[in-house]
């Protein structure tokens, strides 16, 4: 069965520094990988995948993430935070085609001036 | 750009009525899924259609949980009796055939 673990439940940077947040899978086949993003009391919105090819993704909003199959992890990185960052960041893994997704708790961002 | 709706955005309702939510898909989606959230949680799944029949429904309480897709477009999920863990945000998404889910703002249900 596949599982996302985010270890993180809550993290506070500050305003133009740096950002990287955690994600590990368990996966047996290739991973369909996905970061999300949810302000509160909406939806989600995707910010990048990764399903094959180049390890590094660029997703939107200057985010990116790097796959590393060896250490089963899917981290999103971005090199300077702005204070409309701050929301709930969700990891999530599928198996390709119409599979659901199987979420992460979520690492809520806050963004300190 | 196209999106997936919902409604209502909000929901409160009263232990033991019956609520319903209703989602339309990103057209030509033939794939639409129903993920419950609690707060502080992950969405995870309910229920997934492809067209108007049932793929998955293995964690949809049956008891009181009900949903369907008549014509394969839009969907309605119902719960009767509503109990009051089933307070949460209730999310739609669609897709295409390549595992990107489009999901929609969502229903925040709160059940008093």
């Known amino acids: 069965a596949q599982s996302v673990t985010q270890p993180d439940i809550h993290i506070t940077v500050s305003e133009g520094a740096s950002l990287e947040l955690r994600c590990n899978y368990s996966?047996?086949?290739?991973?369909?990988l996905f970061w999300y993003v949810q302000s509160p009391g909406q939806g989600l919105q995707l910010l990048l995948k990764?399903?094959?090819?180049?390890?590094l993704v660029q997703g939107i909003k200057g985010f990116e993430a790097e796959f590393k199959r060896s250490q089963s992890s899917f981290n999103l990185r971005k090199p300077s935070v702005h204070w409309s960052d701050a929301a709930e960041y969700f990891c999530?893994?599928?198996?390709?085609?119409?599979?659901?997704?199987?979420f992460g708790k979520g690492t809520r961002l806050s963004v300190i001036a | 750009e196209a999106e997936v709706a919902q409604s209502p955005r909000y929901k409160i309702t009263e232990k033991s009525q019956a609520v319903a939510f209703w989602c339309d898909p990103i057209?030509?989606?033939?794939?639409l899924y129903w993920y419950r959230q609690i707060l502080g949680q992950g969405p995870e799944l309910l229920v997934q259609?492809?067209?108007?029949?049932?793929?998955?429904d293995s964690q949809l309480p049956k008891d009181r949980f009900s949903a369907e897709r008549l014509k394969g477009v839009d969907s309605t999920l119902k719960i009767q009796p509503a109990e009051l863990g089933d307070s949460a945000m209730y999310l739609c998404?669609?897709?295409?055939?390549?595992?990107?889910?489009?999901f929609g703002p969502g229903t925040r249900l709160t059940v008093t």
């Open positions: 999530a893994v599928g198996a390709g085609g119409n599979t659901p997704l199987v």
């Open positions: 057209s030509g989606h033939a794939t």
């Open positions: 998404a669609s897709s295409l055939d390549v595992g990107e889910q489009y």
């Open positions: 996966y047996g086949a290739t991973p369909y």
């Open positions: 259609f492809q067209d108007e029949s049932v793929v998955d």
């Open positions: 990764y399903f094959s090819g180049d390890t």
